[in-house]
């Protein structure tokens, strides 16, 4: 299932958090896990009053220092990885956090990129922090954010695995992925889809769209279950649910079944179809108490 797996790091307690789910993760596949810092940019230097360029000497030049920095977490990460026999590949660069992510992601391609939903607070929460949104809406690798105050609760192989659907191009991407993941681990598959009842407010034509999307996400949910069945999964459970918000009504049923994990799509359907899922996915980085995998859209799409 998984051959290399990215972790960027900060050498946060949010990182350091989710560190021992990655490494179990790798461990398990027997994949190489790929531990990434990026270090701000390297600065202009200007030229000086009294020749020579401003801030010469690593002394003086705090990039230098958080470059060094960054070597030392990803030494300090590798390190704990090699308990577990895991091959690791160790990588400093220099760059936008997020361009720097995506980019190393495609061109070492990666089945996976793990980062904590946040990292260090004040200026260099920027390496992690709003740096997993981006990443979250630009990867063409899929992305799995973890919580790190729920990542000392986590095990892995997973248990339950959740596809929430709309029957979009995006969705199906992610049921692919979450059944695959499903097969590989022998875990249950769980097909879903939660239809908006708040969407319509006083439409008249309320109830006959609230059927006729019923309808559809019962037939996005039967072409989960397919393309689970077809990957090999043996347990499966199909779900279409209405709520007054369908982030509302995901977060329900991973109370309700005990979900390990989410795997669902970027984004759902345009226009009148949004309804399904839109949005969905960033709030569920945000606020679900377990992983969430995000997966994009192909581009050939």
């Keep these: ?12 307690d949010g990182a350091d958090a989710v560190l021992d789910h990655v490494v179990d993760m790798a461990a398990a596949h027997d994949a190489t896990l790929h531990l990434l810092h990026v270090a701000p940019p390297e600065p202009e230097r200007r030229p ?8 010469d000497g690593a002394g003086d030049d705090p990039s230098e220092r958080r470059r060094s920095d960054g070597e030392r977490f990803v030494s300090d990460a590798a390190a704990r990885a090699s308990q577990s026999d895991v091959t690791v590949v ?8 997020y361009q720097v992510i995506t ?29 997993t949104e981006r990443v979250v809406r630009r990867s063409d690798v899929p992305v799995l954010t973890v919580r790190p105050d729920a990542a000392t609760d986590l095990a892995y192989p997973y248990a339950d695995v959740l596809t929430p659907t709309d029957g979009s191009a995006c969705a ?3 049921v692919t992925f ?7 681990t022998d875990a249950a598959l769980h097909a879903v889809s939660v239809v908006n009842v708040a969407a319509f407010g006083a439409d008249i034509r309320g109830p006959l769209l609230l059927d006729e999307l019923e ?17 090999g999964v043996e347990t499966i459970r199909k779900s279409v649910g209405r709520d007054v918000s369908i982030h509302d009504g995901i977060l329900a049923y991973i109370d309700e079944y005990d979900v390990d994990i989410v795997v ?9 179809d949004r309804y399904m899922l839109g949005s969905v996915a960033e709030k569920l980085v945000r606020s679900s108490p377990v992983p969430v995998v995000t997966v994009r859209q192909p581009r050939e799409e």
């Design 215 to 231: 309808e559809r996400a019962s037939d996005a949910v039967d072409a989960a279950s397919d393309t689970a069945a077809a990957a």
């Design 1 to 12: 299932m998984f051959d290399q797996l990215l972790f960027p790091t900060d050498g946060s």
């Design 48 to 55: 000086s009053l009294t020749g020579g360029s401003e801030g």
């Design 264 to 272: 669902m799509g970027t984004h759902g359907h345009t226009g009148f």
């Design 178 to 184: 979450g059944s695959e993941l499903a097969a590989a």
């Design 172 to 174: 199906t991407a992610a």
């Design 90 to 97: 160790t990588s400093v660069e220099r760059g936008e956090p």
């Design 103 to 131: 980019e190393y992601a495609a061109e070492r391609d990666a089945d996976l990129v793990v980062m904590p939903t946040h990292g260090r607070t004040g200026l260099s929460r920027l390496l992690l922090g709003s740096t």
